[in-house]
């Protein structure tokens, strides 16, 4: 713990910081706010010039998103008669009638397969890789750890076409297990080298005195060290799971039917007359969730984390 | 509690020698410690015999088993740090329970109880037992981590400088409890430090080491008394031995380059003038800073001395050690 001799900063310098501090969050918040807001408008409202800012809301977005519909001429509409549900008779008003679910909701858990499942895979093997680079004495070692970082030295879509070729002939096109293992390649590297800095942070005095106190190396590595690179752990899990989740020309390149995830699926949501800017925003902000429920849930790790191990206790 | 015994080891990091055939019996109930400047093998030496590292060459054994191939947990020693020592994410109990709770012991919980209760007493940290080991002092934290190594009951504690980050009172506290709890439980110990005192007060037996090799083994009295080098000699004593050219002095040796005179072995009042100094009245004693022929001199007088600076006070040696060329003692 150090202390600090700094004064304490004068109230003006406060209301300076403050309004900065403010400033910045509305220009950030700001297209999420957007995204959010266009969701509960009706299209009309959405594609207005100008942009209005007070509307009435609705949830016609949603129901469409999940939605498929189709339009129905008027006379075979009054002959299907009342709608029994409440998203049904949203929809009637414009003429349309649901047909049946819209594949969001399949695409959506395709996400969150892929994007966690190349999450928890990035992080138990890149635990396991930092830690033997960190403790142990691996022949080559530097050039093996420059060897995985080269794998990020280009953009990953440039090798798109030999992946297309060998997941073809791999019968890996369009699987969850191909996603995952892609993006756990193209994160592996950054994963290594994020929790190598952060294990090495951490002195090996203390496996050496579990290994004393009668544990076994692995137990001491379980018991011992992994809860003290949590930190390292929080933070580099969330960089991974935002590449894969955020992954869109992989996805649109390797994934059609089966496997295919949220991104190359949202722009798709054409609507009955036109692009549907609500339904759009609605898949939009319901992809924002997981990823910021799950950077919360780590947030408290996060804060030392994002300083890449730089803080000591 | 046994007998350990390290056999010609051996060991170099990156081409440099740290240990050089390093041989040395560790008697069961014994009290053994090493004592040598930074670099001189001491904090290596105990990782040898922990099995944290292993020798190139030579052996240890502990209670007569040979430990080649064994793991630090399959030795069952026990091991105080001198830094870094306390698990940060547990609490100081979790800390203490730490050893008794692996798979190689699996202590039943009420004995747990028993044992961690009874030495967070000796150790007077039972009311932190609840806290979070890194919301610790200094000092609390090093005894929680003698704690944990006394919880168990190893064949030999092995402690590197456990009191070296602590102030002058506790440590002076700890010094004797250890030596208590040692002297009543018959357990072995391993003892590494730099500070003469700890040597002087605890130890049963004193390896003094330099440069890897051991150069003197015996108990804290022979090797103050009977020391083989100057380098053994100014280990132990404080103040620090004096050495000066032997011909200062009537009736050296022939083959004596160095005289050595502990502070008390300077007889004031007869022989040759020296001038002093500066009185440093300590309490207890009174410290003369003499200056002898171009040569600075410490020793030791009355406390309640009536020396001034600037006075002339005869001197002449008693009881001296005589060294040769090489350092050696002449016997």
Not at chain 1, 117 to 134: D, E, N
Not at chain 2, 148 to 169: C, F, G, T, W
């Amino acid at each position: 713990m150090s202390t600090y001799s700094v004064t304490e900063p004068s109230g003006r310098q406060k209301w300076f910081a403050g309004i900065l501090v403010v400033l910045y969050a509305v220009i950030t918040l700001l297209p999420l706010l957007w995204i959010i807001g266009t969701g509960f408008k009706s299209p009309a409202d959405a594609i207005a010039y100008p942009p209005k800012m007070i509307f009435e809301p609705t949830v016609e977005g949603y129901v469409n998103l999940f939605t498929t519909r189709t339009r129905v001429p008027e006379d075979q509409l009054k002959a299907l008669g009342e709608p029994t549900t409440w998203y049904d008779k949203l929809v009637r008003k414009n003429g349309v009638i649901i047909t049946g679910a819209s594949r969001f909701a399949e695409r959506f858990t395709n996400s969150v397969i892929i994007g966690f499942g190349s999450t928890v895979l990035c992080i138990v093997l890149g635990t396991a890789a930092a830690y033997a680079f960190s403790r142990f004495k691996v022949p080559l070692k530097d050039d093996l750890l420059f060897f995985i970082l080269s794998t990020r030295m280009m953009p990953p879509i440039a090798v798109a076409i030999p992946i297309f070729l060998m997941f073809r002939s791999l019968g890996l096109s369009d699987t969850h297990a191909g996603m995952i293992l892609l993006y756990t390649a193209v994160n592996l590297s950054l994963s290594v080298w994020l929790l190598k800095g952060f294990i090495d942070e951490i002195p090996v005095e203390y496996e050496e005195a579990a290994l004393i106190d009668g544990y076994t190396r692995f137990q001491a590595f379980y018991k011992v060290v992994l809860p003290q690179a949590v930190t390292g752990i929080a933070s580099t899990a969330i960089f991974c799971l935002i590449f894969a989740w955020n992954e869109y020309a992989f996805a649109v390149l390797l994934t059609s039917g089966n496997a295919q995830t949220a991104p190359p699926f949202i722009p798709t949501i054409i609507g009955v007359s036109g692009q549907d800017w609500p339904a759009v925003a609605a898949g939009a902000t319901i992809f924002l969730v997981p990823v910021m429920v799950f950077t919360i849930l780590l947030r408290k790790h996060l804060l030392r984390g994002i300083t890449f191990g730089a803080v000591r206790k | 509690m046994a007998e350990v015994i390290l056999q010609n080891i051996t060991k170099s990091f990156a081409g440099n020698r740290a240990l050089d055939d390093i041989s040395m019996i560790v008697p069961d109930g014994s009290f053994v410690v090493l004592l040598g400047p930074t670099g001189a093998g001491k904090t290596t030496t105990l990782r040898m015999v922990s099995g944290l590292d292993t020798p190139d060459y030579g052996e240890v054994f502990i209670g007569g088993r040979s430990m080649r191939g064994l793991t630090p947990a399959q030795r069952n020693v026990a091991m105080v740090f001198q830094q870094y020592s306390l698990y940060p994410h547990l609490s100081v109990r979790q800390n203490l329970e730490f050893p008794l709770k692996s798979p190689l012991l699996r202590t039943p919980q009420r004995i747990i109880d028993e044992k961690v209760n009874a030495v967070a007493e000796t150790l007077q940290i039972s009311h932190k037992l609840d806290n979070k080991a890194t919301a610790l002092s200094g000092g609390e934290m090093q005894r929680v981590s003698i704690g944990r190594a006394l919880v168990r009951n190893p064949q030999i504690y092995l402690m590197d400088e456990p009191l070296s980050s602590l102030d002058a009172k506790l440590r002076s506290d700890l010094r004797i409890e250890l030596k208590n709890i040692q002297a009543k439980s018959g357990a072995t110990l391993l003892y590494v430090t730099h500070d003469q005192i700890e040597a002087m007060t605890m130890a049963t037996h004193v390896g003094v080491l330099h440069e890897g090799k051991v150069v003197q083994f015996g108990s804290p009295r022979e090797i103050y008394e009977q020391p083989i080098s100057i380098y053994a000699a100014t280990r132990l004593g404080q103040p620090r031995i004096n050495v000066l050219p032997a011909d200062l002095f009537p009736a050296a040796p022939a083959n004596a380059k160095s005289i050595g005179l502990r502070p008390e072995h300077i007889h004031q009042g007869e022989g040759q003038n020296a001038t002093v100094m500066r009185v440093e009245h300590l309490g207890d004693q009174t410290r003369l800073h003499l200056s002898f022929k171009t040569h600075n001199l410490i020793t030791v007088t009355d406390a309640h001395t009536e020396f001034k600076g600037g006075e002339t006070v005869k001197i002449q040696p008693r009881k001296p050690l005589y060294f040769d060329a090489a350092g050696m003692r002449l016997v």
